[in-house]
């Protein structure tokens, strides 16, 4: 189990637009694993690999019904409307509201390097959006519509 340093909004690999991923080898196999290690480590639903200073396109997510990885993912299809509470492993202790698509439907290359589709609703759209944001430079951050202090957070909202 190999746990990975993730990097806050101070650094600036978090602002910068992800390669995407030309091979499959043994380093990327090593990265999906340390990354989703990492994310379980810390508790959260999804890390891609900005957050830990690399600037690949590659994402592990995991909203409560196994793990997800995606290589090179890109969002194909998005519907509907939702305003949910997000927070960020790169960004400790803060969280607001932020508009996603309730539905969205991604494209991806799984470790074998066959192309595959994922379809989320609710939790899974918000991840896939938040950390394909994070491939191109976005936090959540930027799409705040109203910040959460922690005790409404506490309260339930």
């Given at each position: 189990?190999?746990?990975?340093?993730?990097?806050?909004?101070?650094?600036e690999?978090?602002?910068?637009?992800?390669?995407?991923?030309?091979?499959?080898?043994?380093?990327?196999?090593?990265?999906?694993?340390?990354?989703?290690?990492?994310?379980?480590?810390?508790?959260?639903?999804?890390?891609?690999?900005?957050?830990?200073?690399?600037?690949?396109?590659?994402?592990?997510?995991?909203?409560?019904?196994?793990l997800?990885?995606?290589?090179?993912?890109?969002i194909?299809?998005?519907?509907?409307?939702?305003?949910?509470?997000?927070?960020?492993?790169?960004?400790?202790?803060?969280?607001?509201?932020v508009?996603?698509?309730?539905?969205?439907?991604?494209?991806?290359?799984?470790?074998?390097?066959?192309?595959?589709?994922?379809?989320?609703?609710?939790?899974?759209?918000?991840?896939?959006?938040?950390?394909?944001?994070?491939?191109?430079?976005?936090?959540?951050?930027?799409?705040?519509?109203?910040?959460?202090?922690?005790?409404?957070?506490?309260a339930?909202?």
């Amino acid at each position: 189990m190999a746990i990975r340093n993730i990097r806050t909004e101070e650094d600036e690999v978090l602002r910068k637009i992800s390669r995407e991923v030309d091979i499959i080898n043994d380093k990327i196999l090593t990265l999906l694993k340390d990354m989703a290690d990492t994310m379980y480590d810390a508790q959260g639903i999804g890390l891609a690999a900005p957050q830990v200073g690399i600037l690949k396109r590659i994402v592990v997510i995991d909203a409560g019904d196994g793990l997800i990885e995606l290589i090179n993912p890109k969002i194909v299809e998005e519907s509907g409307e939702q305003i949910e509470t997000e927070g960020c492993l790169s960004i400790p202790e803060v969280f607001g509201e932020v508009k996603r698509p309730a539905k969205v439907t991604v494209k991806a290359l799984n470790r074998k390097g066959e192309e595959f589709t994922v379809e989320g609703t609710e939790l899974l759209a918000r991840a896939l959006c938040h950390e394909v944001d994070h491939l191109n430079g976005i936090l959540f951050k930027d799409k705040v519509i109203r910040y959460i202090d922690k005790d409404e957070l506490k309260a339930g909202k």
